[in-house]
């Protein structure tokens, strides 16, 4: 099917056709949402490697995960659906994603640069944003549009979205504390990812609203892993106090959490409270079931999609948004971790 067969189909020239699919601004809305509506009902797909010479562009954005901590951290459901939000939206477009791999050993900003100076996507998405992150410089250098999946201290007014870790830590401890618990434990990240900063802040907000006083002897800072959790776990029980509740930065740190418990003769929920992060599939087959809480992830991908179209001068008149710059909400999901202090 040929972008002359679709006009024909639809009645009306080629050139009005070519600037409706490119998403140019001189083309009457209803006569744009013809002309998407019959190409998904004829099958028509854009030659890409021609519209692309023509047009001077790629027709894919990129999306960089590191392979280190963000593989551990989120799990790999967190990304495959992220992905498939975002795939909902470029597909209106007729935009191909491509997920860019940072291996662990490799320095974020070179592998960024690499990517930038090829010049093979028209767009990136980056995460495992870093507290001051160089990368935010190089791209806002570069003039690529992007968008970040975190907020940094770097770059001023880029757009970005991040997960609502304020919120989490305050929902935790309010809960913890209306269940009698006092002596509150926090495991954040030990990377200078800025999630792990802005978690333990709210933490520490979160322990004043209460009325309670923070001890820096009960905030570990470890790796977001299995042996993280446990590690941490291991050294909040040497303290001469223990915690009777720890509040984890991830929901898989809880599994190395709960075997260590486990190892020193003590029972997950019953003689430590235990509160993670996201809902995932891992922390539903724990035992007791792990208080946490739920993202919607195919929503979050479809805002992050907008969030960069919106500054992407092709596609502005159809996502004007504006600047993005969200904390994307989430909702406790309540187990049986988390029990009333006896």
Known sequence: MSIRDLARHLNISIGTVSRALNGRSDVNPETRRRVFEAAAAIGYVPNQSGRSLRQGTTNSIGFVVETNSETSLYGDTFFTSVYAGVQQVFARHHLDLIVLLCPFDQDPLEHLRRVVSRRFVDGLFISAIQRRDPRIDHLIE?????????????????????????????????????????????????????????????????????????????????????????????????????????????????????????????????????????????????SPPLTCFRIELSGLGRRLAEGLLATMPAYRDQHPIGLVQEIWPMHLVAGESDPPLR
Not at 158 to 163: A, E, R
Not at 244 to 260: D, K, P, Q, S
């Open 142 to 286: 570069s003039e690529i549009p992007f968008m970040a999946l975190g907020r940094s201290l770097s770059g001023g007014t880029h757009p970005w979205i991040d997960l609502d870790f304020a919120g989490v830590a305050h929902a935790s401890i309010h809960r913890l504390v209306e269940r009698g618990h006092r002596r509150i434990g926090l495991v954040t990240a030990g990377s200078e990812l800025n999630l792990g900063y802005v978690f333990a802040d709210g933490y520490r907000e979160a322990l004043a609203a209460e009325g309670l006083s923070f001890d820096p002897d009960l905030v570990i800072r470890a790796e977001t892993s299995e042996m993280g959790g446990y590690d941490a776990v291991d050294r909040l029980l040497k303290l001469p106090e223990r915690p009777t509740a720890v509040l984890l930065v991830n929901e898989i740190m809880a599994i190395g959490v709960y075997r260590r418990l486990h190892e020193a003769g003590l029972t997950p929920g019953r003689d430590m409270a235990v509160i993670g992060f996201r809902d995932s599939p891992q922390s539903r087959f724990l």
